[in-house]
């Protein structure tokens, strides 16, 4: 893993592919991190260099600040900051399951980014989302409590229930990436902290509407790549292409929302093939 300081604190990130390649950014949900994309990777095309940010989001390794405000808006900019830290120009940007990167263009810091995937994630005003995303924020509310969620969800058959990860994803979490995205969650009460912080975002559904609706001014390729699921509803697919001016809907059969581990080699042809196109 290689670091890089933002505002907030200093950020991992993971690289893989062709350094020289155009950069193609692959962000992570809730209580996740770059090994969300561990059974995808292998099936990317060669010649773009991958960058895997790990934004404090529960899955993270190494705390922020103690004083770094990590609401939701907070949270935008630092993506924003991580791509302004690298330099990164001419970027691919996918999103997955955490929707605040759809906002880099409301708050005007989108212009890093030329092309767009949106695997499914919070839009509209489904912050946070559906059934698991309200267990999720209440099991959040102290660092104690979000390690005794952590400790429950290491258990494969308890982190399959619906109101865990079973709506999240139609096939288990493999046990090897649920104990990466949880080890440093376990072990440091920072960690849970950072998590704590953006669980206390308080969301206004009328200006998370008005925000994603500026995704009308994103005239760039995009590509939303969404699923049959019960957490992320598919008119929001649907209306998040309408959106985008150069927006397009493909469906990912047989998945939920984490559809890079329900159907990596699917989901990474149907990126590969948008990057070729673009």
């Known amino acids: 893993m290689q670091t ?52 404090p989001m529960g899955g993270h390794r190494v705390p922020m600040r103690p004083d770094a405000d990590l609401t939701l808006s907070a949270m935008v900019e630092i ?15 996918v999103v997955t399951d955490w929707g605040g990167p759809l906002f880099l263009t409301d708050i005007g810091r989108d212009k890093r980014v030329s092309r767009l995937v949106i ?48 709506m999240m994803s139609k096939k288990p979490v493999p046990q090897e990436i649920f104990d990466k995205w949880a080890a440093a969650g376990l072990a440091d009460r920072a960690v849970r902290r950072d998590l704590v912080k953006y669980c206390r975002t308080r969301f206004d559904a009328d200006d998370l509407i008005r925000a994603t ?46 559809v890079m581990l329900d159907q990596p080699e699917r989901t990474a042809q149907a990126i590969g093939e948008f990057l070729a196109a673009h």
């Open 4 to 55: 890089v300081d933002v505002t907030a604190g200093t950020l991992e990130y993971r690289e893989e592919g062709d350094p020289a390649g155009p950069p193609v950014v692959l962000l992570h949900g809730l209580l996740m991190n770059d090994a969300q994309w561990d059974l995808a990777l292998s099936h990317l095309p060669p010649g773009f260099r991958y960058l895997l940010p790990v934004l």
């Open 79 to 93: 993506v924003a900051d991580f791509l302004d830290a690298l330099d990164l120009t001419d970027v691919a940007l």
């Open 119 to 166: 695997c499914p994630s919070e839009a509209f005003d489904n912050f946070p989302p559906g059934l698991p995303g309200k267990v999720a924020w209440l099991a959040s509310r102290t660092t104690g409590t979000v390690w005794l969620a952590m400790r429950q969800l290491k258990i494969g058959w308890l982190r399959r229930q619906r109101l865990m990860f079973g």
């Open 213 to 258: 609706h500026r995704l009308t001014e994103f005239d760039r390729p995009a590509l939303v790549l969404w699923s049959d699921n019960p957490v992320m509803p598919a008119e929001h697919g649907r209306r998040l292409a309408e959106l985008l001016p150069q927006g397009r809907l493909q469906i990912i059969d047989d998945a939920y929302v984490l």
